[in-house]
């Protein structure tokens, strides 16, 4: 009798055990949690408030890859206020390892390189569980063109892997809510034509098909004319974007060079002089969190649906 009793408890311990695990995928791997992570580090500005949005700031040790590129508006401030910045850009392996972390939120080119240092394979022997942004996801393998849905996913996975799940469901509906009135009273007419200026002179920086900007600018009406350039965030030629005549400009503001400068250097190129983009003066900004995938997706999609159909 008593063995089988014990049987009976181990068992019923296994199987708790097994249903504590979960299970997220992440880009092209599986990735179980034993439990919540308490030691976690974010990369970038946009990561790290999804994290803050979530309520885990006492899960984490520190963020990295904020100050190094962008400048922190003062409600992302509060937000981290107690928390610090472990490196100014992309963190290395003994940042990571040193701050005895747990857990890492980064993404392909947000925080880590395909082939560089701080991998999902390189942190492993040092108890470093990695989940990846999913927008990143095609720069090592193929995915479907960018949507508004993975950055629910982000936040859904996020709540699982941080025992919040009731808080990303509710977040997430709240978001999908907020979208679906704002779009329901939108009138659209023909998709307006749209690029996307990142950066760069002599070649620009520009959102692909895989990208975000691709999903925010389709959700406020319009249609990125890169919409079939099969990358994620990549440089192209002014030619291309001659050829296809964006009737709006986008602007990424971020960085050392204003959204203003961004604009000025467009208006006097000669060779943009003939965009309708140009000729009308259709320029709008958005700012870097909000154009890459977190929380303030929604509210940009309301930003460049008023500027695209204002008239």
Known sequence: MRKAFLTTVVCAIAAGAAIADTTVQSCNRSVTFDAPPERAISNDVNLTEMMLVLGLADRMVGYTGI????????????????????????????VLVGADADFFFAGWNYGMKVGGEVTPETLEPFGIQVYELTESCSHIMDREKAGIDVMYADLTNLGAIFGVEDRAAELVESYRADLAAFTDRLEAGEPLRVFVYDSGEDTPFTAGRYAMPTALIEAAGGVNILDDFEKSWATVTWEEVVDRNPEVIVIIDYGEVTAAQKRE???????????????????????????????????????????????
């Open 265 to 311: 250097f467009i208006l006097s190129n000669p060779a943009l002089a003939g965009l309708a983009a140009v000729k009308n003066d259709r320029f709008v900004t958005l700012e870097y969190v909000e154009a890459t995938p977190g929380p303030r997706n929604i509210q940009a999609i309301k930003t460049l649906a008023e500027a695209f159909w204002a008239e």
């Open 67 to 94: 100050s190094g590129w962008k400048t922190l508006d003062e409600e992302m401030r509060a937000g981290v206020e107690e928390l610090p910045e472990l490196s100014a850009q992309y963190p290395t392996k003994e």
